[in-house]
């Protein structure tokens, strides 16, 4: 039978679950906001490939908007995988360094991400929560077997 947590150990699991909650809900958020540049992708396509005349911007322009639409919008979908990366490593206890780098990246987007990314900065940090998050190549090693032992011959 396990003991029952301590208090800090409770406050912690529940801190790491609302972290793990909240990178769910900022990564999507992310998401959505990942498509909205892809119409930037759409008006330079357009200007590219419209009819140049007299005034026409040039055609490289409309493909300097696309590059730059698609650019940001694979920013934003990358970061967005990294939140929900982060989100189910948080649950797993799992990965602690790419939730911190997570975290900072997060810290750019003023206010929300902010506060979660310094949120998570103070729970990662804790003392009581450092060994939760094993050390990369110690935590699921498979047990030491002894060798097989040579069969015997029966007569």
């Known amino acids: 039978m396990m003991p029952p947590p ?3 150990e409770a ?3 529940e801190h ?3 972290l793990s909650l909240l990178y ?3 990564g999507a958020a992310t998401s959505v906001f990942a498509i909205f540049p892809l119409i930037y992708v759409g008006m330079g396509v ?3 490939t419209s009819a140049h005349g007299k005034g026409a911007p040039p055609e490289f322009l409309g493909w300097l908007i696309a590059g730059i639409g698609l ?3 694979g920013l934003a979908a990358a970061i967005a995988t990294l939140k929900f990366l982060t989100s ?3 649950k797993r206890r799992r990965a602690r360094k790419l939730c911190l780098v997570t975290a900072g990246l997060t810290c750019v987007g003023i206010p929300y991400g902010t506060l979660l990314g310094v949120f998570t900065f ?3 940090e804790r003392p009581s929560v450092r060994p939760l998050f094993p050390e990369p190549g110690t935590a699921s090693l498979p047990p030491v077997l002894p060798p097989p032992s040579a069969p015997t011959a029966v007569a």
């Open 16 to 18: 790491l679950r609302l």
């Open 6 to 8: 301590t208090i800090q």
């Open 24 to 26: 769910l809900v900022s």
């Open 46 to 48: 357009f200007i590219a």
């Open 88 to 90: 189910v490593n948080l």
């Open 122 to 124: 103070i729970v990662l």
């Open 11 to 13: 406050v912690d699991a």
């Open 71 to 73: 650019g940001v919008s």
